[in-house]
């Protein structure tokens, strides 16, 4: 690792810690008071049911056709 990179490290740690001490140290007199988040509506959609896809027509599998190799060799 570089010094550089070393260095811009501690910097940005230190900017990091600074504004949180100073965030935490301006709330610290003031209590807190949220209001609660207002929640949107939410739109849904209703779509038509569809009618269910007719069944495939079950057709039995074709069996496999065998077919057997006689070889032919002949002696020379």
Same mark, same amino acid.
């Given at each position: 690792?570089?010094?550089?990179?070393?260095?811009?490290?501690?910097?940005?740690?230190?900017?990091?810690?600074?504004?949180?001490?100073?965030?935490?140290?301006?709330?610290a007199q003031e209590p807190?008071?949220? @209001? /609660? +988040?207002?929640?949107? %509506?939410?739109?849904?959609?209703?779509?038509? &049911?569809?009618?269910?896809?007719?069944?495939?027509?079950?057709?039995? @599998? /074709? +069996?496999?056709?065998? %077919?057997?190799?006689t070889r032919r060799w002949? &002696?020379?």
């Open positions: 690792m570089s010094a550089a990179a070393t260095a811009a490290g501690y910097l940005y740690a230190s900017g990091r810690l600074r504004g949180r001490n100073a965030r935490e140290g301006e709330h807190e008071q949220k @209001k /609660p +988040a207002k929640r949107r %509506e939410l739109k849904v959609a209703v779509y038509e &049911p569809q009618p269910p896809a007719p069944a495939p027509v079950q057709r039995p @599998k /074709p +069996a496999p056709k065998i %077919e057997y190799r002949k &002696p020379e």
